[in-house]
């Protein structure tokens, strides 16, 4: 693993069990030479990130995954090397976040009228601790709990009947377009890679993307089959893009990894170079 990169990781800042800095020292042992760390609509976690990545000698990646929407598709946007202090930038994921807690709202009045009892101070409860000013909360914080409360047996299942995409509690906030996140990630100076298009089932967008300035296509990662990631890799080849690899890494629900684990996808250490020479800050 060593000159290997996993650029795709969530820590306890948005929907990941573990805090920032213990996801830095699991990609060390590991044997990566470089981690990312991408939360949902945040970089509150990058700071502590990067500081325990010069204690311990690995490269670490400030890092951030947008939430958009195109065609009433989720659509996410990774955005590497941007700058994380940026007060514009900030203050853009900061409205991304607010329309995230009104999803969430509505969500769980969804499940209240389906009957399952949930509260927000219970998702909030479930995520650990109280949320810090700039974390997001997320699907699978409301998934752990309907497992907690015995509603279901799996936060797949959560997923399944209740929270993934047309199922029974899902609510499709307004978002903003891919293209614009493309433009916040440039204006804070970072490099625009679309995350797991394998997942969209819309390869036209995808081109249409391309045109709208993305810098790379994460064709590996731990939910696309091996003619994805040969599929999207040659895509991005041929468009000149960089190709990039992650696992999604979310710690661990119901004692296994969720997603995968760190590392479950790598792409060369060199990559890296490549995402940081598009940094324009
Ligand atoms: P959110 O940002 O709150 O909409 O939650 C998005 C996260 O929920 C993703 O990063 C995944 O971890 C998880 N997720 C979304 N859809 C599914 C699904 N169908 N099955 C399992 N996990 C999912
Ligand atoms: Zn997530
Ligand atoms: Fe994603
Ligand atoms: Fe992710």
Not at 105 to 118: A, D, F, P, S, Y
Not at 167 to 185: F, K, L, Q, S, T
Not at 262 to 277: E, F, H, K, P, S
């Amino acid at each position: 693993m060593e000159n290997k990169a996993d650029l795709h990781t969530h820590s306890l800042a948005s929907d990941g069990t573990r805090p920032a800095a213990q996801i830095v020292g699991l990609a060390k042992q590991a044997g990566l030479a470089a981690v990312a760390i991408t939360d949902h609509d945040t970089v509150a976690g990058v700071e502590e990130a990067l500081e325990e990545g010069r204690k311990l000698g690995i490269d670490v990646v400030p890092g951030v995954e947008i939430s958009t929407a195109a065609n009433g598709k989720e659509i996410h946007v990774l955005g590497y090397f941007v700058d994380w202090r940026d007060a514009s930038f900030l203050s853009r994921l900061e409205r991304l976040r607010n329309t995230r807690n009104e999803r969430n709202e509505m969500m769980i009045e969804k499940l209240n009228e389906l009957g399952l009892q949930v509260t927000m101070e219970e998702v909030l409860a479930e995520a650990g601790r109280t949320r810090q000013d700039g974390e997001s909360v997320g699907r699978p914080h409301i998934a752990a709990l309907l497992v907690r409360k015995g509603y279901v047996g799996s936060v797949q299942e959560a997923f399944d009947r209740y929270l993934g995409a047309g199922a029974a509690a899902y609510v499709n906030p307004p978002r903003i377009r891919p293209e614009e996140a493309i433009r916040w990630i440039k204006e804070a100076g970072g490099a625009a890679v679309l995350a797991h298009p394998g997942l969209y089932g819309a390869d036209r967008l995808v081109d249409e993307w391309i045109a709208a300035g993305l810098d790379g296509l994460e064709a590996y990662h731990s939910d696309h089959s091996p003619e994805q990631e040969r599929k999207y890799a040659l895509l991005a080849s041929r468009h000149g893009l960089i190709v990039t690899a992650g696992s999604d890494y979310h710690g661990e629900r119901n004692g296994r990894a969720f997603h995968g684990p760190i590392g479950a996808r790598t792409t060369d250490a060199a990559t890296v170079g490549r995402l940081r020479a598009k940094r324009r800050k």
